[in-house]
């Protein structure tokens, strides 16, 4: 394959022959020379291409390039007299590959809004911004499955069918091969495909429980769903989750690797994505270089949820929710504490059980769970994860008062009665750690193709 212009442009111009392929960007003229700014995706940055009058198509080609049309340049890598450019290219030849009517192109020299863009999400990756948001969530998705394997963790693919609610929210999609006339029968679902009632996964933890219990240490990444008709800027219908579990782990262990996990992708981007923070530090969020170098270098605040409330309880602030003991925090809730009492990352732990789900471990005093979430500045909760009820009959219990048919979950139960342990892991929003890294305020501009209430494009 041939260089990208990433690689190109880390050369030394030392005037050796290359060839440069992808989208011009920018053309304009000037008395026998054309500028071209090429770029192909691989950096933020393009690379300026110098074409003179005596090649043969500069009349009827190379002076008529346009935004958006696609390349095949030959040239000369050479020092640049320019400035903010080491190197560029001297054309010796020029093809069209693919034209681009400038009189329809969408994408034209100039900045277009993000809900624009999202109506032609086709097409948005070719900017700046979202091309940037794709090589960070690139970055980041690389980095997850490195920390995960120098640690040990085995990856495992949970299914994206299912029979299992997770969360016990009933807000799964379900899937079905019926005829919709037969979906109005009763129980149709016994002549449906897998001879049950199935759904999208709202997450694969019950599955990677699985797992721990043979393995030890194993992760999974992948797509989730949830049927919540919320069509706000903090949810989508699918996103991704990566979602660690843990034998012979118990709720400090778990908030242990949460935090590094965070504080290693950090500053991975931070490393290895800076062009691209820049952009989103210039024009997107101002002060996100500060905002990341301190939650990477700091360590997290830790409280739990009665704390978190007693906090909350004295602050001068008139939230939109009440504040009381038993509550699920909001958003508002969440930001003032990590944003404006901390001014880093907070993990809050010990939530009420009332407002946590089945499985996660009751505390001695009967009221609260092992429960965690990590709170980020500017997103609210990033992760959210527990200890898991590894005691069958509290389990049982558990799920009894949740309403549950334990008969479905009878293999999960099976996972306490065999060779059961203290095990704990989390789910990270993949979707929500991208905003959080980038400072994009909307969750759909950071997913290549949204799906929410009514927009299913692509």
Same mark, same amino acid.
């Given at each position: 394959?041939?260089?990208?212009?990433?690689?190109?442009?880390?050369?030394?111009?030392?005037?050796?022959?290359?060839?440069?392929?992808?989208?011009?960007?920018?053309?304009?003229?000037?008395?026998n020379? *054309?500028?071209?700014?090429?770029?192909?995706?691989s950096c933020?940055?393009?690379?300026?291409?110098?074409?003179?009058?005596v090649?043969?198509?500069y009349?009827?080609?190379?002076?008529q390039?346009?935004?958006?049309?696609?390349?095949l340049?030959?040239?000369?890598?050479?020092?640049?007299?320019?400035?903010?450019?080491?190197?560029?290219? /001297?054309?010796?030849?020029?093809? %069209?590959?693919?034209?681009?009517?400038?009189?329809?192109?969408p994408l034209?020299?100039?900045?277009?809004?993000?809900?624009?863009?999202?109506?032609?999400?086709?097409?948005?990756?070719r900017?700046? =911004?979202?091309?940037?948001?794709?090589?960070?969530?690139?970055?980041?998705?690389?980095?997850?499955? $490195?920390?995960?394997?120098?640690r040990?963790?085995? /990856?495992i693919?949970?299914?994206?069918?299912?029979?299992?609610?997770?969360?016990?929210?009933?807000?799964?999609?379900?899937?079905t091969?019926?005829?919709?006339?037969?979906?109005?029968?009763?129980?149709?679902?016994?002549?449906?495909?897998?001879?049950?009632?199935?759904?999208?996964?709202?997450?694969? /933890?019950l599955?990677?429980?699985?797992?721990?219990?043979?393995?030890?240490?194993?992760?999974?990444?992948?797509?989730?769903?949830?049927?919540?008709?919320s069509?706000?800027?903090?949810?989508? =219908?699918?996103?991704?989750?990566?979602?660690?579990?843990?034998?012979?782990?118990?709720?400090?262990?778990?908030?242990?690797v949460?935090?590094?996990?965070?504080?290693?992708?950090l500053?991975?981007?931070?490393?290895? *994505?800076?062009?691209?923070?820049?952009?989103?530090?210039?024009?997107?969020s101002?002060g996100?270089f500060?905002? %990341?170098?301190r =939650?990477?270098?700091?360590?997290f605040?830790?409280?739990?949820?009665?704390?978190?409330?007693?906090?909350?309880?004295?602050?001068r602030?008139?939230?939109?929710?009440p504040?009381?003991?038993?509550?699920?925090?909001?958003?508002?809730?969440?930001?003032?504490?990590?944003?404006?009492?901390?001014?880093?990352?907070?993990?809050?732990?010990?939530?009420?059980?009332?407002?946590?789900?089945?499985?996660?471990?009751?505390?001695?005093d009967?009221?609260?769970?092992?429960?965690?979430?990590?709170?980020?500045?500017?997103?609210?909760?990033?992760?959210?994860?527990?200890q898991?009820e590894?005691?069958?009959?509290?389990? /049982?219990? $558990?799920?009894?008062e949740?309403?549950?048919?334990?008969?479905?979950?009878?293999w999960?139960?099976?996972?306490?009665?065999f060779?059961?342990?203290p095990?704990?892991?989390?789910?990270?929003?993949?979707?929500?750690?991208?905003?959080?890294?980038?400072?994009?305020?909307?969750? $759909?501009?950071?997913?290549?193709?949204?799906?929410?209430?009514?927009?299913?494009?692509?």
């Open positions: 394959m041939k260089p990208t212009i990433k690689e190109l442009l880390q050369l030394e111009p030392f005037k050796q022959s290359v060839e440069v392929q992808g989208w011009v960007r920018t053309c304009r003229s000037s008395g020379l *054309c500028f071209i700014e090429v770029t192909d995706g933020l940055a393009g690379i300026q291409v110098v074409a003179e009058s090649l043969e198509n009349t009827t080609i190379v002076k390039l346009a935004t958006g049309v696609s390349v340049v030959g040239g000369i890598l050479v020092p640049s007299p320019a400035k903010g450019q080491a190197v560029e290219v /001297q054309a010796e030849s020029i093809t %069209l590959v693919g034209d681009a009517d400038p009189a329809v192109y034209q020299k100039k900045r277009h809004s993000f809900e624009f863009l999202r109506s032609i999400s086709h097409l948005r990756p900017t700046n =911004a979202l091309g940037a948001v794709m090589r960070i969530r690139s970055a980041l998705s690389f980095a997850v499955h $490195r920390f995960f394997n120098e040990g963790f085995f /990856q693919h949970t299914p994206i069918i299912t029979t299992s609610d997770c969360e016990g929210a009933g807000e799964m999609f379900t899937v091969a019926l005829d919709p006339e037969k979906l109005q029968q009763q129980n149709p679902f016994v002549d449906d495909f897998f001879g049950q009632r199935a759904g999208l996964t709202v997450s694969g /933890q599955q990677a429980e699985i797992y721990a219990h043979s393995h030890g240490r194993v992760y999974t990444f992948g797509p989730t769903f949830r049927a919540e008709n069509n706000t800027s903090r949810h989508l =219908a699918e996103f991704w989750m990566v979602e660690p579990e843990m034998a012979f782990c118990d709720l400090s262990c778990n908030a242990a949460a935090e590094e996990l965070i504080g290693e992708l500053t991975t981007v931070l490393d290895e *994505c800076s062009d691209d923070l820049a952009l989103f530090d210039t024009f997107v101002k996100l500060e905002k %990341l170098e =939650a990477a270098d700091r360590s605040i830790r409280m739990t949820y009665t704390e978190a409330i007693g906090e909350l309880k004295k602050a602030k008139d939230f939109a929710f504040v009381n003991w038993g509550i699920d925090l909001q958003a508002e809730h969440e930001r003032f504490l990590c944003e404006e009492l901390a001014g880093r990352p907070v993990i809050v732990t010990n939530y009420p059980k009332a407002i946590k789900p089945f499985y996660m471990r009751l505390d001695d009967g009221k609260t769970v092992a429960a965690m979430d990590i709170l980020v500045p500017g997103i609210g909760e990033l992760i959210g994860g527990s898991r590894e005691r069958l009959q509290i389990l /049982q219990k $558990r799920m009894e949740a309403g549950l048919a334990q008969e479905e979950y009878d999960y139960l099976d996972l306490r009665r060779g059961s342990v095990h704990a892991g989390f789910g990270l929003g993949f979707e929500r750690l991208v905003q959080f890294v980038t400072g994009m305020t909307n969750i $759909r501009d950071v997913i290549p193709f949204p799906r929410t209430p009514g927009t299913a494009f692509c």
